[in-house]
């Protein structure tokens, strides 16, 4: 039951004055709606939802980037009420059609489509008659989704391409509420976040381990634990203007590469660097790439603190869909189904002798606000690995062998297409699939 709720219920039981009665129940649902906030920049509509219009117009992938940019991603839709709420902010705001946090996959024919906060396929669609439309063409797989607001025609979703008649519109990116906190400048999701170079008093912002979780408790607060990627981007927007390139995070190794969280909070989310090969007791983050890898505790590290902020409005931390859709016999996934982030691609009879040659192509994934990121690590091949984001269109290619290499796509679909004719007395390859 809601705080307000719980404080209607406590008067309405008492007899009092019927006066007295209005003016306390005016004033608990005053109290109540004042610990209610939303970062700077967002405005907090219909008391539960923190958005934000932008005034760039851009294809799907370059404003699911600008809400990222501010620790958030586009707007999440789940209900009718959800969906009129949004209509209205966006008429508002003068937006006339705006990206949303939803993004469809075409397989054989067949569109699902997911919600980009990780809470996997959508439950509420309202749908513009004969979409989503159903693709059959392998390349093109993939489809933002838009909504128009009153000012064109009422909030009914339609899709776009992911790479041909891609459209220009406006985003409505959506930040998780927060409680007020006036001493807290970078507050999100009920947690105040406070960065080591901005702790008054510290005389250093490289420090240990040990020292710095020290210099956190001090503060009320821990070393900061990091339980979904939407809370991986929102600490990487804090650092985007700083030269800051590592930040020592909160865990400690119990045995080699496992790992707990120094709050206490369960370890229900990793955002591990696939090259790493180093075995430390603490775990490092690189703001520029969100990713993280072991360090040893006794090195010098920038930090970041992390204190609650009363009781969470919104749980956030929640990661999905988890698996990858295969339908051949052989693990690779070689012309399969669509290769969802988290996930691993390898080449045709990779690791076995001799290769065999085949043509295959993989189509790779993540949800719509973010990148697809592809990270080999083991590539040792004599034909060309192609990858392409619009059909036809090389972004880049790889050929022999690499002890790693990566990909990071402009948007979150890219496509893998590979001949191994020349490959039979070679190992293959192993491609690791993240979100970026």
Not at 132 to 143: A, E, I, L
Not at 161 to 188: F, R, V
Not at 249 to 266: C, I, K, M, R
Not at 331 to 351: D, E, Q, R, W
Request: charged residues 20%; hydrophobic residues 30%.
């Amino acid at each position: 039951m809601s705080r307000i709720k719980l404080c209607l219920k406590s008067l309405i039981t008492q007899k009092m004055p019927s006066l007295l009665t209005f003016l306390l129940i005016g004033s608990c649902i005053a109290s109540s709606l004042a610990e209610v906030t939303c970062p700077d920049g967002f405005t907090l509509v219909d008391g539960r939802k923190c958005l934000f219009a932008t005034s760039s117009i851009g294809w799907h992938e370059y404003i699911a980037k600008e809400c990222k940019s501010m620790g958030a991603r586009l707007v999440s839709i789940k209900s009718e009420e959800d969906n009129d709420v949004v209509g209205v902010f966006a008429f508002n705001s003068g937006c006339y059609s705006y990206w949303i946090g939803v993004y469809c996959f075409s397989d054989n024919g067949n569109t699902t489509c997911y919600n980009d906060d990780y809470s996997g396929p959508i439950t509420f669609s309202y749908w513009a008659p004969i979409y989503p439309k159903n693709s059959t063409d392998r390349r093109d797989f993939g489809q933002g989704v838009y909504a128009d607001s009153y000012w064109n025609g009422g909030e009914y979703w339609r899709t776009s391409s992911s790479y041909k008649n891609q459209l220009l519109k406006q985003g409505i990116c959506e930040a998780p509420t927060t409680i007020a906190d006036p001493s807290c400048k970078y507050n999100y999701n009920g947690y105040c976040y406070i960065p080591s170079h901005e702790i008054p008093g510290v005389t250093t912002n490289s420090t240990t381990y040990p020292k710095a979780q020290a210099i956190c408790r001090s503060l009320n607060a821990n070393m900061v634990s990091i339980h979904s990627k939407l809370e991986n981007d929102y600490i990487q927007s804090i650092y985007q203007d700083i030269r800051v390139y590592q930040i020592t995070l909160g865990a400690q190794a119990f045995q080699p590469h496992v790992f707990n969280w120094v709050d206490g909070s369960s370890f229900d989310y990793s955002h591990r660097d696939p090259f790493d090969n180093f075995t430390g007791n603490c775990l490092e983050m690189n703001p520029w790439d969100g990713l993280w890898t072991e360090i040893n505790c006794q090195v010098f590290n920038y930090f970041l603190c992390q204190r609650k902020i009363g009781d969470k409005l919104e749980n956030l931390r929640l990661e999905g869909p988890k698996t990858s859709h295969i339908d051949l016999s052989d693990s690779s996934g070689c012309n399969g189904t669509i290769v969802l982030a988290p996930g691993t691609v390898t080449s045709f009879g990779y690791g076995t002798s001799p290769l065999p040659d085949t043509y295959c192509l993989w189509r790779v994934a993540t949800l719509g606000s973010d990148r697809v990121a592809v990270y080999f690590t083991e590539m040792e091949i004599g034909d060309t690995l192609y990858i392409e984001v619009y059909h036809g269109k090389w972004d880049i290619t790889f050929n022999g062998t690499y002890s790693y290499g990566t990909y990071i796509a402009p948007g979150n679909t890219a496509i893998l297409s590979h001949d191994s004719d020349k490959d039979t007395k070679l190992k293959g390859f192993k491609g690791v699939i993240m979100a970026y």
